[in-house]
């Protein structure tokens, strides 16, 4: 088993985040896990990404190749295309239908959009909206790691108790929010024909 994830997002959005809950479930799962990551300019609205290569066996490498990554989870779209190339055959691109404009010259959602929609094996959900029908605004990103969960090689449940471990601190409502998030997630993805 293995699978190799890019996580691509700006500033804020919560990539490390869904890192640490993908990261803690693989360690859960007694899986090889390595991780690097870029933060851009280190503030809100720098682009940030973050390689993630999970295994069954060693992991000798924590940079993803070109053209071989399994998944790319876009927080939002433009990051999102911006690692495409990285991406395999029979990849997925997962990502956030709204944009994170942060620069004045930003590409038309729709162009972004029909970009991505060019990969056969593609997957847009709109979590920013999903995030604010469970009045946790901050929890889009979670809900993106729920749609990407469908093609991550880790159990479900496995997801769910690196939430618990990740957010337990901030106490159980804040899990019981990121717990759902996820799920509707998942449920979108699954609902999503392209």
Do not use: C
């Not at 809100?44 to 998944?71: C, E, F, K, M, W």
């Not at 593609?122 to 969960?149: C, R, T, W, Y």
């Amino acid at each position: 088993m293995k699978t190799d994830i890019i996580l691509a997002g700006v500033g804020g959005q919560g990539i490390l985040s869904i890192a640490a809950v993908i990261g803690t479930a693989a360690l859960l799962d007694n899986l090889q896990i390595k991780q690097s990551e870029v933060h851009g300019m280190s503030q809100r609205g720098g682009a940030v990404q973050s390689h993630l290569r999970i295994s069954d066996t060693i992991v000798y490498s924590d940079i993803i190749a070109v053209g071989t990554a399994d998944i790319i989870i876009g927080v939002e779209p433009m990051e999102a295309i911006r690692y495409m190339p990285f991406l395999s055959g029979n990849g997925w691109v997962v990502t956030n239908s709204k944009p994170f404009i942060n620069i004045t010259n930003y590409p038309e959602s729709e162009l972004l959009l029909d970009e991505i929609k060019k990969i056969p094996n593609h997957i847009i959900i709109e979590a920013d909206d999903i995030a604010k029908e469970l009045q946790s605004p901050k929890s889009s990103n979670i809900v993106m790691l729920g749609a990407a969960s469908l093609h991550i090689k880790i159990p479900f449940e496995s997801l769910e108790n690196g939430i618990k471990s990740i957010f337990g601190r901030k106490g159980p409502e804040i899990v019981a929010i990121n717990l759902e998030a996820l799920r509707r997630g998942r449920k979108a993805a699954q609902a999503y024909t392209r």
